[in-house]
């Protein structure tokens, strides 16, 4: 069965530094895999996705992320991390098999001035 | 502009109610999602439809009903047999194609009392 793992409940890092968020999925087949930001009682905004091609994909808000197909792995990065960005993150795949997709238990990114 | 609408954002409801949710899109996508967000657990998978006419059941299924009887409308009702119904109730719609992302309404809290 398909799944994602965020290994982690928080992130804390300060204004300016990089930050990684971390993801690991489980599929069969080619992974689909896509990360999403949620504000307070809001919906989920898509960042950015992996279908296939170049392992470093940028998405909006100056977002990336990092596949990995070995360690199959999927980590949000920003090079530069502003107090705006603190949120909560989810890591998702879809099942190859069918129009599911399989979200992780989210991880808090916390930004500190 | 294009979107998805879910309403209303916030229901109070007594215990052993049954309560609808209404959820449409304007952006002509045949697939539709209802997810389920608790603290902690992410989003669960509660039904989902990829046509008119037709939907599949997520993995927690139990206690919910749906229709898809538009295009533009997936309702979901939460009904007494739903154990522990109070949750953030999250609407989200994809194009056609397989590796598309998930467009998501901004969520309708539901508060059982």
């Known amino acids: 069965a398909q799944s994602v793992a965020q290994p982690e409940d928080q992130v804390n890092v300060a204004e300016g530094n990089p930050l990684t968020v971390k993801c690991t999925y489980s599929?069969?087949?080619?992974?689909?895999l896509f990360w999403y930001v949620q504000y307070p009682n809001r919906g989920l905004q898509f960042l950015l996705k992996?279908?296939?091609?170049?392992?470093l994909v940028k998405g909006s808000y100056g977002f990336e992320a990092e596949f990995n197909k070995s360690q199959t792995s999927f980590h949000l990065k920003k090079p530069s991390a502003l107090v705006s960005d603190s949120a909560l993150y989810f890591c998702?795949?879809?099942?190859?098999?069918?129009?599911?997709?399989?979200f992780g238990t989210g991880t808090r990114l916390k930004v500190l001035a | 502009d294009g979107g998805i609408t879910q309403s209303p954002k916030y229901l109070f409801r007594k215990e052993g109610q049954n309560v609808t949710l209404s959820c449409e899109q304007n952006?002509?996508?045949?697939?539709m999602y209802w997810y389920r967000q608790d603290p902690g657990q992410g989003l669960r998978l509660i039904y989902y439809?990829?046509?008119?006419?037709?939907?599949q059941k997520g993995d927690i299924a139990e206690g919910y009903s749906v229709s898809r009887e538009k295009k533009e409308s997936f309702p979901l009702t939460v009904t007494s047999a739903q154990k522990n119904p109070t949750a953030f109730y999250l609407c989200?719609?994809?194009?056609?194609?397989?590796?598309?992302?998930?467009?998501f309404g901004e969520g309708s809290r539901l508060t059982v009392l």
């Open positions: 992996y279908i296939t091609g170049d392992n």
């Open positions: 998702a795949v879809r099942d190859g098999g069918t129009y599911k997709y399989i």
């Open positions: 989200a719609s994809k194009g056609s194609g397989g590796t598309g992302e998930l467009f």
């Open positions: 439809s990829q046509i008119v006419n037709d939907f």
């Open positions: 599929v069969s087949g080619n992974p689909y």
């Open positions: 952006l002509n996508h045949d697939a």
